[in-house]
């Protein structure tokens, strides 16, 4: 053997153990997801619309192959058209699909879900049998010095003895705790202890102890009351949990859909502004074509170079405000702004207006019936109501029955394992009172959970008013939004007709400058206040479908519409 073999090896050791500390970590994990994903699959079928392929893990790596890829480049958005050469298409439903596994906002949400359904599985775990360890071990030793003389006179020595008495004392116990729900709580443990003189009597002394311990409440906390409302709490705290979540996925889809048509909206602007642009500058031209031949006053011509100017600059802002809105579509899917993508104008024209038959009375019903929120506030009613009921029972005098068994072995001073001796045991059993004389914190916490219950009562009350107001005003709104497309119709085509007479009238000689301002603005108008009133609908109507509680969302974010609905 060499002389480096000794330093391999130390250094060898300690690698060893980090690798098998991180094999420990690893399996912890998985033990900690296991419990977990539990938790929340037991619960998940009472939770309609609930995702059932519930999971935090992210090991999808975000990839736009095979999306389509954009070859033309739109002249109504000019020189910064050339930055969409390439960039790949996103559809609606790829957006979605994109914003649940890649939002951050989204991974958020999912992670407080596990977080809480990690806390009850803690828990759950107070009800189960625990085991517990410990050892110690010390070495003591004891030095004494002894003279002695001997003789007398001139023949006297002294003799000097060094004594040192070593020992190793060593203890090790095993403890299991089980708190059994409406029975009691268990105690066990096991005990051992060694002694062992290293100089002296060279044999071993050994001694071990079994013992059990049972506590159970018979009047204040009896079944141990407060451990069991702990966990009722912690389980239906999880179910709670997941219906806002199941809820917060419905809001998540709905405002990936707002802001996906804002975005085709604002690129719908884009166009409008350039085709006014386009038709400012043929006015213009076609005005000063007719000045130069003195047929036009110059007062007309700056008006419609005005105009010009105007439409120009409108039609840049509203550049801007596409770009814009572009990037932050992007950061809402967890895309980097760098990211080169571009939406969908499909999506835009297929967009229709479909309207709901059904009336504010019954859109109120079928929302105090589905409504997570409001089952939650109603739930939460009932979890104070339980609360009084503890709070109450701890103003009781405690009575406990209390009894304990111990075993212990026979003293050992051989080689041999000292085993508890079940012919040598002692045991007790008897009642333990406190008459609570003294009840103030008690008292004051009994009047706590009246005051919350009573609030729970009012917050369903406020709970059941707010879902009213939002179902009506969200039908309001959508029958607003109605309207509003029905409006922006007839005015795009009181628009054009206008500009068509304008036309004519120019070509004869007989157009006035501002009205051909007047009428192109219009149009431009009516076009854009088309594009927003249909866009609104759309997001009024899955609004709407959301405030009912029945907007049915599938595992890649995307919404399934109602069956009865009829297009208008």
Not at 458 to 479: F, G, H, P, T
Not at 532 to 552: D, E, M, P, S
């Amino acid at each position: 053997m060499n002389s480096t073999t000794p330093l391999r090896s130390w250094i060898g050791l300690p690698l060893a153990l980090l690798l098998l500390a991180g094999c420990t970590a690893a399996q912890y994990r998985k033990s900690a997801d296991a419990t977990a994903y539990r938790a929340i699959k037991q619960k998940t079928p009472r939770v309609p619309n609930m995702d059932p392929h519930f999971t935090i893990e992210q090991t999808n790596k975000l990839s736009l192959e095979g999306l389509p890829i954009s070859t033309n480049v739109p002249e109504s958005l000019g020189p910064d058209g050339e930055r969409e050469r390439g960039a790949r298409i996103l559809r609606l439903d790829d957006a979605l699909a994109i914003a649940v596994e890649h939002s951050r906002a989204y991974q958020s949400r999912k992670e407080d879900l596990y977080l809480a359904a990690l806390g009850v599985t803690f828990t759950r775990h107070q009800f189960t049998p625990i085991l517990s360890g410990n050892a110690s071990a010390e070495f003591t030793g004891v030095a004494n010095v002894i003279t002695r003389t001997n003789g007398m006179g001139t023949n006297a020595g002294v003799a000097i003895a060094f004594l040192e008495d070593d020992n190793t004392h060593g203890k090790a116990g095993l403890t299991a705790e089980w708190l059994m729900r409406d029975v009691g709580k268990l105690t066990t443990s096991f005990t051992a202890d060694f002694l062992r003189f290293v100089t002296g009597d060279p044999r071993m002394a050994r001694s071990a102890q079994l013992t059990a311990e049972f506590t159970r409440p018979l009047w204040r906390d009896a079944g141990f009351k407060a451990q069991v409302e702990a966990l009722t709490q912690a389980e239906r705290t999880l179910l709670y949990d997941l219906r806002n979540f199941t809820r917060y996925r419905r809001e998540f889809s709905v405002s990936i859909a707002t802001a996906y048509y804002s975005v085709l909206g604002s690129r719908d602007i884009v166009r409008n502004n350039f085709l006014n642009l386009q038709s400012s500058r043929k006015s213009a031209e076609s005005k000063r074509a007719l000045a130069a031949e003195g047929r036009e006053t110059q007062s007309d011509v700056g008006r419609l170079a005005q105009q010009e100017l105007s439409s120009e600059s409108a039609w840049i802002n509203a550049i801007r405000s596409y770009q814009q809105s572009l990037d932050d579509f992007k950061l809402q899917l967890g895309l980097t702004v760098d990211e080169s993508v571009i939406l969908d104008d499909r999506e835009l024209a297929a967009m229709q207006i479909v309207h709901p038959e059904i009336t504010t009375a019954d859109s109120i019903r079928v929302a105090l019936a589905a409504r997570l929120d409001y089952l939650n506030s109603k739930d939460e009613l009932e979890d104070a109501d339980r609360k009084v009921k503890v709070a109450a029972n701890f103003l009781k005098p405690r009575l406990d029955f209390t009894t304990s068994v111990a075993v212990n072995s026979l003293d050992s001073k051989n080689t041999g394992v000292p085993l508890p001796d079940f012919n040598r045991y002692t045991y007790s059993a008897g009642l333990n009172l406190d008459p609570a004389f003294d009840r103030t914190a008690e008292r004051d916490a009994y009047r706590r959970e009246l005051i919350s219950r009573d609030r729970a009562a009012r917050a369903v009350e406020q709970q059941e008013d707010e879902i009213k107001l939002q179902v009506r005003d969200s039908w309001r709104s959508l029958d607003q939004a109605k309207r509003n497309f029905e409006i922006s119709e007839i005015g795009v085509k009181l628009a054009d007709r206008r500009v068509e007479e304008q036309g004519i009238l120019a070509e004869l000689g007989r157009a006035k400058a501002q009205d051909q301002v007047d009428t192109q603005n219009d149009l431009v108008n009516s076009k854009n206040q088309r594009t927003q009133a249909l866009v609104g609908h759309t997001i009024a109507r899955l609004k709407f479908w959301n405030n009912l509680g029945i907007l049915y969302i599938k595992d890649r974010g995307q919404w399934e519409e109602l069956k009865d609905e009829k297009t208008k």
